[in-house]
Structures are given as structure tokens and as C-alpha cells.
């Protein structure tokens, strides 16, 4: 099964709101990345956090980490219709650089 | 630069049949990648590579060889293939994943039929 997982698995919210993405894993990281991907498309990075930040970023993007409780969230803010797509939050474990576990993902959709 | 190039874009096989998908990039990193996508499901590792003749499997190895002779080629082989791979195929390459270019770039993919 895999380690990471993504909550909710679809929303849909209204133009301009805020949505917020939950990821969890099982185990330790060295790097947890979150990808964009738009209708069955090849997957675009949004942002990475490293095991020792607690939040990142970049432009309309916040991402926190939390290791003690394995997880982190993306937060989009002020949300547009062409942010309608699937996130995917991927970690790289600590112990084994290379390996790494992928989210089922959350879908999003603004309505405008 | 290309990026990441994958080939073919679509390809139907027969039952048994082999093949091998084919990923090459031109950024000369060292972290080359193997990931398939089940419909309404999130990417799983297949197998991985650190760098040239180093390469080590993922989450569902099974039914897939690989090989790195070179930096830029990765090209993934189904040995037999079975219906149950049926998928989007994604071939991916980054820096070190230790490093401070973690990055992952990917390619458009390739959709698999097996019938």
C-alpha cells in the first residue's frame, strides 16, 4: 500500500476561496515535494520542503511539515479556475535517497 | 533542452507480448525514475536509478526490468505483459535526491494497453 496520503480526496470550492490539502506518510523523510498534474498529464512541481523547515512559500502557496506527526498540507490561496487540477504530495525517504512514495492525491475544482 | 522524452505516447500489446518504453533526458542528472498511474490513483515507484550502472526497485518492481548504461537513457522493459499493466506510464529525473536540486521533472507519459 502506500505511504502517503492525501485528505480530501476531491474538492470543489468557488473562485477566489482558499483550499486546503492534507498529506500524511509512514515514514521518515529527507524531502516531501508536491506536484501539480492536469488532466492526466505529465506532473508539474509546485514547491519542496525540506525535513528540517517547518513552512515554505512561494507565491500564492504555503506548505507546512510537520514530522513529528508525519504530515503536511498545501494551502492555495485566493484560488483561480486554472488551478482545477490533481495535487500529489511525494516523499523521498531519509534512509534510502531515491526512494521515494507518492500520494493518491486530492482533486481540485474551482468553480469560477 | 528536451527535458525528459518518453516514447512511444500510446501502445497496445497483446497478452505475453514484450516491450520496452523508452526515457531519455538531456539535463544530465543523476536520479532517473519509473512510476505508473492507475486511473483515479496517485503515481507508484516501479524502479529508480541513482546514476549510471546503479539502478534499485520500488513500490512494484514485479514484471519490469530496467537497466542504466548511460546517464541520459532509462528505458523500462515488461518482460511479459499482463493486463494488469495496463496504465499511464511516467518516466522521471532530478538531481541527487540528496542534494539541494531535488526537483523532479517529468515526462508526458505513455498509455499502456494490454489486452
Known amino acids: 500500500s502506500q505511504q502517503g496520503e492525501e485528505d480530501p480526496q476531491a474538492l470543489s470550492i468557488q473562485e477566489g476561496e482558499n483550499a486546503t490539502m492534507n498529506c500524511s506518510y509512514k515514514?521518515?523523510?529527507?524531502?516531501l515535494q508536491w506536484y501539480r498534474q492536469n488532466s492526466g498529464r505529465g506532473l508539474v512541481h509546485l514547491i519542496l520542503?525540506?525535513?528540517?523547515?517547518r513552512e515554505k512559500h512561494s507565491g500564492r502557496l504555503r506548505v507546512t511539515l510537520d514530522t513529528s506527526k508525519k504530515s503536511s498540507s498545501l494551502l492555495i490561496t485566493a484560488s483561480r479556475a486554472a488551478d482545477t487540477a490533481s495535487y500529489f504530495c511525494?516523499?523521498?525517504?531519509?534512509?534510502?535517497?531515491?526512494?521515494?512514495?507518492f500520494g493518491d492525491g486530492t482533486t481540485l475544482t474551482v468553480k469560477p | 533542452n528536451a527535458g525528459v522524452t518518453q516514447t512511444p505516447k500510446f501502445q497496445v500489446l497483446k497478452t505475453g507480448q514484450s516491450m520496452t518504453l523508452q526515457c531519455a533526458q538531456d539535463m544530465n542528472h543523476e536520479y532517473m525514475s519509473w512510476y505508473r498511474q492507475d486511473p483515479g490513483m496517485g503515481l507508484r515507484l516501479i524502479h529508480y536509478s541513482v546514476g549510471a550502472g546503479i539502478t534499485d526497485q520500488g513500490e512494484v518492481p514485479n514484471g519490469y526490468n530496467v537497466s542504466r548504461s548511460t546517464t541520459e537513457d532509462f528505458p523500462l522493459r515488461l518482460l511479459s505483459a499482463a493486463p494488469s499493466q495496463t496504465s499511464v506510464y511516467f518516466c522521471a529525473s532530478s538531481w541527487r535526491q540528496d542534494s539541494s536540486r531535488e526537483k523532479l521533472f517529468f515526462g508526458s507519459g505513455t498509455q499502456l494497453s494490454v489486452l
Open positions: 520542503i525540506r525535513s528540517n523547515e
Open positions: 515514514t521518515s523523510i529527507n524531502n
Open positions: 511525494i516523499g523521498f525517504y531519509n534512509t534510502n535517497a531515491g526512494k521515494s512514495t
